[in-house]
């Protein structure tokens, strides 16, 4: 539970020992996303299970906004810590989190006066309207509580910490899987016991943050470290708000493709959904190694040590490459199976489901690497301090993913929505590595930084 520097050693023991807490944090997470879907599929009904799907985007649209910013923080944050920069380091951390508050409680607002409207513009069916309501009004009024862990999470694995995160989750995990049988199984509240399950959970991992925050001293911020400091948060802000556009982006790219899905009957939506909730298995190595990589950048960078940038990313290609191939492998054979925890064996239509399931899991399967290697090159990117091509890269993701998701369906029916979400990986990754492999030529050859 202390900082870590990682401008000095080896860059593969340090990405691997970095990325490994990371891995078993997102893997608890997932845990708890999975058997949230599971009680609901389960204990609620496949109704209940499609609703969590047709809410599922529009949330991600506004937990993506302080997803983007928290993430953009940390990047100034691990810079900082690199250059050995102390007070600055403590300055940005409590500014960090005097921003995130003030961002939920405006997003609170926001988002309940967006609730109704965006699920009629999503066409959102009928049978399934009122639940979706209901979970996204239960998660926006906690956003404050959400932002908390989040920030603190970025701010502990900036500086190296990624154990904290890990037993954060671990707590959040057991908090939330104890009240889901609690809420959901034993009380019957459905979709709202879920909803409450996750938030309660998600408070519990944030105050074990706050603790450990301060237990260290380089990062153990004061009441003064809250007021605004024009140079540090103009930096934060330049550094955050492209990071919040670009999961906006994509976002909102999520919704159309759920607007094209949801007039289709409810079980191709549940069986749609269940393979949603395996897409955080997919990417949970890459988000670990790419949290690893953006620390591990963002360190070395402000320490300008350019030639450990460079060696870091080559690791990181190659084990992004690898471990993609490896996970693709294990969900081929074991897909239908994970799917089948979804959906209540005595549903009707559970062949169907499982068949939807099965198909858009597939198709994104073949096509994992690309994914692995998007967030190996954006992750390094931001460690840059480079935040805007990762926007950009959120706007191809949106352009692709809209584009083939409005023309393939209409030609070879609902099954071109899956090659969507490939398309836009593809579209992503391509701009990213080439715009990393500009940049580092530039920034080794010229030191200009």
Same mark, same amino acid.
């Given at each position: 539970?202390?900082?870590?520097? *990682?401008?000095?050693?080896?860059? %593969?023991?340090?990405?691997i020992a970095f990325a490994l807490p990371m891995m078993a944090g997102n893997i608890c997470q997932q845990l708890y996303t999975l058997v949230d879907a599971a009680f609901v599929g389960r204990g609620a009904g496949t109704l209940a299970l499609a609703a969590v799907g047709a809410a599922d985007w529009f949330n991600w649209v506004i937990m993506g906004v302080i997803w983007g910013y928290t993430q953009g923080f940390s990047v100034l944050i691990s810079q900082y810590f690199g250059a050995g920069e102390k007070q600055n380091v403590r300055r940005a951390v409590g500014l960090s989190i005097s921003l995130t508050t003030v961002? =939920?409680?405006? %997003?609170?607002?926001? #988002?309940?006066?967006l609730i109704l409207p965006v699920?009629? /513009? %999503?066409?959102?069916?009928?049978?399934? @309207?009122? +639940?979706?309501?209901?979970y996204l009004r239960i998660l926006f009024s906690a956003l404050p509580i959400l932002g908390a862990y989040n920030?603190?999470?970025?701010?502990?694995?900036a500086v190296g910490d990624a154990k904290s995160p890990l037993i954060a989750m671990i707590i959040a995990s057991c908090v939330n899987i104890a009240l889901d049988a609690l809420f959901v199984?034993? @009380?019957?509240?459905?979709?709202?016991?879920?909803?409450?399950?996750?938030? $309660?959970?998600?408070?519990a991992s944030a105050v074990y943050c706050f603790i450990i925050i301060r237990k260290i001293p380089d990062i153990r911020f004061e009441k003064e470290d809250l007021a605004w400091h024009s140079a540090i948060g103009r930096r934060l802000l330049?550094?955050?708000?492209?990071?919040?556009?670009?999961?906006?982006? $994509?976002? !909102?790219?999520? *919704?159309?493709?759920?607007?094209?899905?949801n007039p289709y009957q409810s079980s191709f939506i549940a069986g749609y959904t269940a393979t949603n909730k395996l897409y955080g298995l997919l990417e949970m190595a890459a988000a670990s190694l790419g949290g690893a990589l953006g620390a591990y950048t963002g360190q070395n960078f402000g320490a300008r040590k350019m030639d450990r940038v460079q060696s870091g990313v080559r690791l990181g290609v190659s084990l992004a490459l690898i471990v993609s191939v490896i996970v693709s492998a294990a969900l081929l054979l074991s897909g239908r #199976?994970?799917?089948?925890? @979804?959906?209540?064996? =005595?549903?009707? +239509?559970?062949?169907?489901?499982?068949?939807?399931?099965?198909?858009? /899991?597939?198709?994104?399967?073949?096509?994992?690497?690309?994914l692995y290697l998007l967030w190996v090159y954006r992750s390094a990117l931001q460690g840059m301090g480079d935040t805007m091509i990762p926007m950009v890269s959120g706007l191809v993701e949106f352009g692709m993913r809209v584009g083939v998701a409005m023309i393939l369906p209409a030609l070879i029916g609902p099954d071109g929505i899956f090659i969507a979400?490939? #398309?836009?990986?593809?579209?992503?990754?391509?701009? %990213?590595? !080439?715009?990393?492999? $500009?940049? $580092?030529?530039? @920034?080794?050859?010229?030191?200009?930084?």
């Open positions: 539970m202390r900082a870590k520097d *990682m401008t000095a050693g080896k860059p %593969l023991p340090l990405i961002i =939920s409680l405006l %997003l609170i607002l926001i #988002s309940h006066l699920l009629r /513009l %999503l066409h959102t069916p009928d049978d399934i @309207f009122a +639940q979706a309501e209901l920030v603190q999470a970025g701010i502990l694995r199984m034993v @009380f019957r509240w459905g979709i709202a016991g879920a909803a409450v399950a996750t938030v $309660i959970a998600q408070g330049a550094l955050g708000t492209p990071l919040a556009a670009q999961n906006t982006v $994509i976002g !909102v790219g999520g *919704m159309v493709i759920q607007r094209v899905v #199976s994970l799917l089948s925890l @979804f959906v209540d064996p =005595s549903e009707p +239509q559970i062949t169907y489901v499982l068949d939807v399931g099965q198909r858009y /899991l597939n198709t994104m399967l073949y096509a994992l690497p690309t979400e490939i #398309s836009a990986w593809i579209g992503a990754a391509i701009l %990213l590595a !080439v715009t990393y492999y $500009i940049k $580092i030529g530039k @920034f080794s050859n010229r030191r200009e930084y």
